[in-house]
């Protein structure tokens, strides 16, 4: 018996545009109405999920920033963080000095980008909307050493693993994927180590004293491999990273980007 679902965001339950379909919120309160809790599992930062999960209703436990920062919506108190510290921020900073990377740093809610960075903006605004410009995110420690959950790095393909090749040597988890319509340009996802969003799942889990094998997930991207791997039952949207796909349990015809498929997912696994 599945006992939770656990839902990406972006290109999952929002469809490109950022809203959810009327089919996916109408099967989401459907399947509440039984007792089957359904939680928000994201790369996006707490300030970008709260008015979706408040709009749907969602008032349980969340996992954001890719599982470094789990959160009670009902309270908006902290389950669980695990952030990337001093002076470990520093080091990963120095790392990337090459002027040809944009760098963002998210640290809380809030997201900091640099002239160098602005083409970064519409990529990562969905995430939260307190974005902050700084003369310069590898020099400037505007956010408390805490704080900082994510450094993403994007630039010219070679650039990206110039860099990966000097934080390979740090102790932090990365994540390096290729642009979506930009062959020659790479990405690069920085957490501390052990942050994923299938350790979120787990700490979820815990906190509903279930097993993660009581839980599906359906997902979309890179960053849902680890989810996937925690889950009882996957679901990929249609159109999903192929490396998704390839371990998931199912594939559903609702594509990504376009909703629908979250409806599709419960009505296969609870028939509501």
Not at 108 to 130: H, I, K, Q
Not at 218 to 230: A, P, Q
């Given at each position: 018996m599945s006992l939770l679902l656990?839902?990406?965001?972006?290109?999952?339950?929002?469809?490109?545009?950022?809203?959810?379909?009327?089919?996916?919120?109408?099967?989401?309160?459907?399947?509440?109405?039984?007792?089957?809790?359904?939680?928000?599992v994201t790369g996006r930062l707490y300030a970008g999920v709260r008015p979706i999960v408040e709009a749907l209703d969602l008032d349980g436990v969340h996992i954001c920033a890719n599982g470094a920062h789990v959160i009670d919506a009902a309270t908006h108190a902290t389950i669980a963080t695990n952030n990337l510290k001093e002076p470990?921020?520093?080091?990963?900073?120095?790392?990337?000095?090459?002027?040809?990377?944009?760098?963002?740093?998210?640290?809380?809610?809030?997201?900091?980008?640099?002239?160098?960075?602005?083409?970064?903006?519409?990529?990562?605004?969905?995430?939260?909307?307190?974005?902050?410009?700084?003369?310069?995110?590898?020099?400037?420690?505007?956010?408390?050493?805490?704080?900082?959950?994510?450094?993403?790095?994007?630039?010219?393909?070679?650039?990206?693993?110039?860099?990966?090749?000097?934080?390979?040597?740090?102790?932090?988890?990365?994540m390096a994927f290729d642009l979506r319509g930009e062959p020659s340009q790479r990405g690069l996802l920085l957490h501390a180590l052990g942050v994923s969003k299938g350790a979120g799942l787990r700490t979820l889990a815990a906190h509903h004293g279930i097993?993660?094998?009581?839980?599906?997930?359906?997902?979309?991207?890179?960053?849902?491999?680890?989810?996937?791997?925690?889950?009882?039952?996957?679901?990929?949207m249609g159109g999903a990273a192929p490396e998704l796909v390839a371990i998931a349990t199912d594939t559903l015809t609702a594509h990504t980007g376009h909703g629908g498929g979250v409806a599709e997912a419960i009505a296969l696994v609870w028939g509501v």
């Open positions: 656990a839902l990406d965001l972006d290109g999952t339950l929002l469809r490109r545009d950022g809203t959810v379909h009327p089919d996916d919120a109408s099967a989401i309160r459907r399947l509440r109405a039984t007792g089957v809790p359904v939680a928000i470990l921020v520093s080091s990963i900073l120095a790392a990337l000095q090459d002027r040809e990377l944009a760098i963002c740093v998210m640290a809380g809610d809030e997201l900091f980008l640099d002239e160098v960075s602005r083409p970064l903006d519409a990529f990562v605004r969905t995430w939260t909307p307190e974005v902050l410009y700084v003369d310069d995110v590898r020099t400037l420690p505007h956010w408390s050493d805490e704080q900082v959950g994510i450094v993403v790095v994007v630039g010219p393909s070679d650039a990206v693993r110039r860099a990966e090749a000097i934080v390979d040597t740090l102790p932090v988890d990365a097993a993660t094998y009581d839980i599906v997930a359906v997902g979309d991207w890179l960053n849902d491999l680890s989810l996937f791997r925690e889950a009882g039952r996957s679901f990929a």
